[in-house]
């Protein structure tokens, strides 16, 4: 039988603010989310045994294929420990968490810190489309797009015919996170907009429209997580990282990626979808924020259309999701989402969360979705975080 993983916990966090800053190198967006996680926790960069860093196409767009971890972690002192990094699609950051969470949960360190970092604007807009075609094994798209607006869009479409869901709901959707974003200093588009301005926007890939869909950002987001043991010596808290799983995409149909890693999350943390007070989901899309949830089992099949027309993903909802903006509003710097759904997590369950707070949280859910194989995600992720 397998070794029943012990508790780890989140002891701090940060996310610097996501948006398009062609001025800035990855070194300039990882140093301040970095010393502001050291800060928050009062650990110094010399209690960090290993590091983790996730990002996808810093050797793409950046001509930086190896030792960026180390480039990036210097930034901050950490120096002379195992240092990996991880490129895994849009899952680069949530992989990088669980690898930490894995080492102290089996016992190989007390004190690991997670960073994500991405820069996708580049001066010729081409070059990060192209880049993001690689995390697929499709061609890329037409041009002055990703290829991921014309798979989401795909997907709508049969949604749409499976389930009698209609643009408008889409629009709801897109309109919700917004409303949420514009409660997020740190998220990359927060002038509201309402669903008749979502659906008279720009098309993209029909039905998608351009505020349906998250562009183009950079940023960083980094969190440290401890063992019990460690935070108690260190006089620190924070919620219980209860569970984190990973898998990869399949052939042969039955259960998606999502759901198979949701599957394995909850039985891990020994919970259900119903105990789930917040959550945050891949959204590059508004549609995919719908297939998430009922992916993940917080609505039945066809059940998120009626959930986004009476409000419930909603601030003040039965589940709200993406209280952060989500990769639509927010902001989707591939590498750095992973974690900064983590923070946020991690924020909520904390009562730190401000004018975007669920009230009463006590159990958090996040979960990624990176690259393409296939029909499915390469890979996907869920953490469960518990108050």
Avoid at 184 to 206: F, S, Y
Avoid at 271 to 278: A, D, I, K, T, Y
Avoid at 295 to 324: K, Q
Wanted: overall charge negative; proline content about 6%.
């Amino acid at each position: 039988m397998p070794r029943s993983p012990e508790p780890v916990i989140v002891a701090s966090g940060a996310v610097g603010p996501f948006g398009r800053f062609p001025d800035r190198s990855l070194p300039d967006l990882a140093g301040p989310v970095l010393a502001a996680t050291l800060e928050q926790s009062g650990i110094g960069a010399a209690d960090i045994e290993q590091a983790f860093v996730g990002n996808a196409f810093g050797g793409t767009l950046q001509g930086q294929e190896s030792v960026l971890a180390q480039i990036l972690l210097k930034t901050a002192g950490i120096e002379g420990v195992p240092v990996h990094t991880i490129k895994n699609a849009c899952s680069s950051g949530s992989d990088a968490v669980h690898l930490a969470w894995s080492a102290i949960a089996y016992g190989q360190a007390d004190c690991i810190l997670a960073l994500g970092a991405e820069k996708l604007t580049h001066e010729d807009r081409r070059a990060t489309f192209a880049a993001l075609a690689t995390a697929t094994d499709r061609a890329p798209a037409a041009e002055g797009r990703s290829v991921f607006m014309d798979v989401n869009a795909e997907r709508t479409h049969r949604y749409m015919a499976a389930h009698g869901a209609t643009p408008w709901h889409f629009a709801l959707c897109a309109a919700k996170n917004r409303a949420h974003a514009a409660l997020n200093p740190r998220a990359a588009v927060r002038g509201p907009i309402d669903a008749d301005a979502v659906l008279a926007d720009k098309v993209v890939a029909a039905p998608l429209t351009r505020a349906m869909c998250g562009g183009i950002a950079d940023g960083a987001a980094a969190v440290l997580l401890v063992s019990p043991a460690f935070a108690r010596r260190k006089g620190l808290g924070g919620p219980r990282l209860a569970a984190s799983a990973v898998v990869s995409g399949r052939s042969g149909g039955g259960p998606n990626a999502t759901a198979r890693a949701g599957a394995m999350a909850y039985e891990q943390a020994g919970l259900g979808p119903s105990e789930v007070s917040v959550a945050e989901v891949h959204d590059p899309t508004a549609p995919q924020e719908m297939f998430d949830i009922e992916d993940l089992g917080l609505a039945e099949r066809g059940g998120a259309i009626a959930l986004v027309e009476a409000g419930e993903t909603s601030l003040g909802g039965a589940i709200p999701v993406n209280t952060s903006g989500g990769l639509t509003s927010r902001g989707h710097p591939v590498g750095a989402t992973g974690v900064a759904q983590i923070v946020e997590i991690a924020e909520q369950l904390n009562g730190w969360a401000g004018p975007r707070q669920v009230e009463g949280a006590t159990v958090g859910l996040a979960q990624m979705a990176g690259g393409l194989l296939g029909s499915d995600s390469a890979v996907a992720t869920v953490h469960i975080l518990v108050r």
